[in-house]
């Protein structure tokens, strides 16, 4: 059974606040992801990782910013909140090994920006 | 780049009725493919995967998905669907060599199966 968790599950803030996502998996899993999901769309990846100070951005154009100094963490950060980022993130994680595609997620971080 | 393509974006069905959910995508290239399915509540995870082999794959609590080479397709099927499969189903596809190994999801598929 895969362990990824994601805090907060729901978050609601205000125009221009700093947020955090935190995403962090027990599994030792080089590589992770984000993605956004909206409803009736396709998921877009916005940011991915393939190992501890190694980070990309994904197909999406997206605001917020990632870091990966632990295998184990992959928090976003978005500096400065707007109604445009209100959706569900996804964060998941692929072991060395796996095949593409093959991923396991969170159970996402919905945010509603005010 | 490659695009995947549901084009059943809702579907309603009774108990006992069968189901099928199409997908396409456009890469030419060797691929992985994958059905994940999103149960009300909870987490996406994984249904099924085809990597080589027969192209009829089965999966969990009775899915099975088949792969057509010649259309591109990975079309998500079951004989007698169940008012527990109430769920958003994804197809995705990934690239097997070279360049990304990051999978494209399609749209979804939203199926409500009524008791």
């Known amino acids: 059974e895969a362990d990824i968790y994601q805090t907060p599950r729901y978050l609601v803030i205000g125009t221009g606040k700093k947020i955090t996502l935190e995403c962090s998996q027990t599994?030792?899993?080089?590589?992770m992801y984000w993605y956004q999901q909206d409803p009736g769309m396709e998921l877009h990846l916005i940011h991915y990782s393939y190992g501890v100070n190694s980070t990309e951005k994904g197909d999406l154009s997206s605001e917020s910013t990632v870091s990966r100094i632990r295998t184990e963490h992959f928090p976003l950060t978005l500096e400065s909140a707007r109604p445009s980022h209100t959706s569900q993130y996804l964060c998941a994680s692929r072991g060395q090994g796996a095949p593409p595609g093959e991923l396991f997620f969170g159970e996402g971080s919905r945010l509603t920006v005010l | 780049a490659q695009s995947v393509s549901q084009h059943n974006h809702h579907v309603i069905l009774s108990e006992a009725a069968s189901l099928e959910l199409g997908c396409n995508y456009s890469y030419g290239g060797t691929v992985n493919l994958f059905w994940y399915v999103q149960y009300p509540g909870q987490h996406l995870q994984l249904l099924l995967k085809?990597?080589?082999?027969?192209?009829l794959v089965k999966g969990i609590k009775g899915f099975e998905a088949e792969f057509i080479k010649s259309k591109f397709s990975f079309n998500l099927r079951k004989p007698s669907v169940q008012w527990s499969d109430t769920a958003e189903y994804f197809c995705?596809?990934?690239?097997?060599?070279?360049?990304?190994?990051?999978?494209?999801f399609g749209r979804g598929t939203s199926l409500i199966v009524h008791p």
């Open positions: 085809y990597f080589s082999g027969d192209p």
């Open positions: 995705a596809v990934a690239r097997q060599s070279g360049g990304s190994y990051i999978p494209t």
């Open positions: 599994m030792g899993h080089d590589k």
